[in-house]
C-alpha cells in the first residue's frame, strides 16, 4: 500500500500538478497552502484563538458551504428545466414525478436556499457584535453589504423560476414595492418584468440572473471579500482582547 | 502632494523599474492585528484550520441532505393571473418589510425604509460611535448625565414617531425599542450587579441600536410569517395556521 502510494505520488506526471510532498513536515504542509491556488486565501498558519468554534461559529465558511451545494444542485437542476411558460411548471412535476432523485434534488436547492439567507445574515450579526468592521476593514464590510443583498436578489429570482401559484404571487408582491420608487418606480418594474405583467419574458430575465449574473457577481465579490480578510491580517480579535498564553489555554485543544 | 513626514518613504516613481530601484516592502502607517499580536499559539492551516472547514462543510451538507430527504420543496399549482391567493405572500426573508407595508405606504415601507437599512448597513464603519465603542454609561458623572438625557430623549422621540405616523402604532418597532431602552438603562439603576453591571453596562450605544435593528428584523418576519392570515388580518399560527 505504502508502496503504490509512493509509485503514485513520486512520478514525474503527479509531482509537476503537486509541486509538494506529503504533508509529513511543517514545510510541505505550509506549501500545501503556499503553493495552491484554491487555498491561498489562507495563511499558512492560524492563530490557535482564532479558529476557535465559539469565536465564529464558523459563519463565514458555512454560508460559503451553502453556496456551493446550491451551485452543484444548481447547475443538475438546469439540466431538466426550461425557462419557459408552462414548461418550467411541467418540469417540476416531471423532477418530482420522472427524474431519478430529481424531488430531492430540488429540496436540497431550496432548503440550502434558505439555509444560505439565513447564515448569511447571521455572520453578518456576528461580525457586527465582534467590531470585526473596524479599520483596515471597512470596506471589507461593505462587500459583505453587498454579498447579503446579492444573496437575496439570487434567492429572491430563484423563487419564480417553479411558476407556481407561490412563486408567482410572492414576485408580484415584491416586484409591485419597486413600484412604489418616486418617479422611475415604473420604469424600473417593467425593466424588471420585461413587461407590464409577469409572464414569460419575466421568467426569462430571472432565470438569466439566477443563474449567470448574479452567481458570478457574488463569487467575484466573495474572493475579494476573503482576499481582504487575508491581507489585513485574517480573523479580527478585538485588540482589547486579552493575549492567549503561549501554551494556548485559551483557544481549545490543538492536536 | 504635501510634504512626508520622517516616518514615510517617498516611492521612486519611473516606468523602467531597472533603473528606478524597486521597494520591495513598504512600511504603511495602518496597523494589522499580527504586529501586535505575533507571540501567541499558532497552528498550521493544514491540517488544523482545513479540517475544520471540512467538517463545518460536511456537517451542513448532512443536516440539509437529511432536510431534503424529510421535508419536500412545496409546489402549488401553476401560476395563474386571475387567481390571487389571499393573503398573497413574499418570501420570507421579505415579509418584515410585507409587515411594513401594513403601516407606512409602499413608497416608505418598500423603497425608503429597506434603502436606509442598506445605507446604514453600508456605512457603519464609517462612523466614530461605531469604531470607538466606549461603554454608553461611563465617564463623569456630568457626561453620563448629559448622555441619559440625549439617550432617553431619542428614545421618546423615536416612540412619537412610531406611534403616530403609521396607520396603526408599529408595535413590532416599539416593542423593541422600549425592550433595548429598558435593557440599556438597567446598569444604571443596578450598577452592583454582577450580569448587568459587568456586561451589559460595558456595552456600547452602537450595541444598543444595533440590538433595536434586529430585534426589529426578526419581529417584524415573525409576525408576517407566523402571524398573518388573509386580507393580513392577525391569525394564531396555533390555531389558524401557517398561511
Partial sequence: MGRVLAALTGNRVWRSIVRHGAPDS??????????????????????????AFTRTFYLGILSASAFFLLTVTGIFLMFYYRPAVPEAYEDMKDLEFVVSAG?????????????MVALVFLHM??????????PPREFNWVIGVGLLVLTLLLSFTGYLL???????????????????????????RFLMLGGNTIGENTLIRFYVLHCMVLPLALILLLSVHMWRVRKDGGLYIPPDEPPASKDGETGGKAS | ??????????????????????????????????????????????????????????????GLVVLALVADAPLEEIANPEKTPNPAKAPWYFLGLQELLHYYPPVISGVLLPGLV?????????????LVR??????????????????????????????????????????????VAVAAGLPLVAPGSRWIGRWLGRRSLAFFVFLWFLLCAVTLTLIGVFFRGPGWSFTLPWRDGVY
Fill in chain 1, 26 to 51: 511543517n514545510r510541505n504542509r505550509a506549501l500545501i497552502i503556499f503553493s495552491n491556488f484554491f487555498l491561498h486565501t489562507h495563511p499558512v498558519k492560524a492563530r490557535l484563538r482564532a479558529i
Fill in chain 2, 134 to 179: 466606549p461603554d454608553l454609561w461611563h465617564g463623569p458623572r456630568e457626561a453620563v448625565r448629559r448622555r441619559v438625557a440625549w439617550f432617553y430623549g431619542a428614545v421618546a422621540v423615536l416612540t412619537v414617531v412610531f406611534f403616530f405616523t403609521g396607520a396603526h402604532p408599529v408595535y413590532p418597532i416599539l416593542g423593541p425599542l422600549w425592550f
Fill in chain 1, 125 to 134: 450579526v456576528r461580525v457586527f457584535f465582534a467590531g470585526a468592521y473596524r
Fill in chain 2, 118 to 130: 442598506v445605507l446604514a448597513l453600508a456605512v457603519i464603519p464609517y462612523f466614530d460611535i461605531n
Fill in chain 1, 162 to 188: 417553479p411558476w407556481d401559484q407561490l412563486a408567482y404571487w410572492a414576485i408580484t408582491v415584491g416586484t409591485n414595492m419597486a413600484n412604489a420608487v418616486p418617479v422611475l418606480g415604473p420604469d424600473i
Fill in chain 2, 1 to 62: 502632494m504635501s510634504e512626508p513626514t520622517s516616518r514615510e518613504f517617498v516611492l521612486v516613481e519611473g516606468e523602467d523599474a531597472r533603473r528606478d530601484p524597486v521597494r520591495l516592502v513598504v512600511i504603511q502607517g495602518e496597523e494589522r492585528p499580527p504586529v501586535h499580536a505575533a507571540d501567541e499559539p499558532l497552528v498550521m492551516t493544514f491540517p488544523h484550520l482545513l479540517l475544520r472547514e471540512a467538517i463545518a462543510f460536511l456537517a451542513l451538507s448532512v
Fill in chain 1, 103 to 115: 424531488m430531492f434534488l430540488r429540496n436540497l436547492h431550496r432548503w440550502a436556499a434558505h439555509a
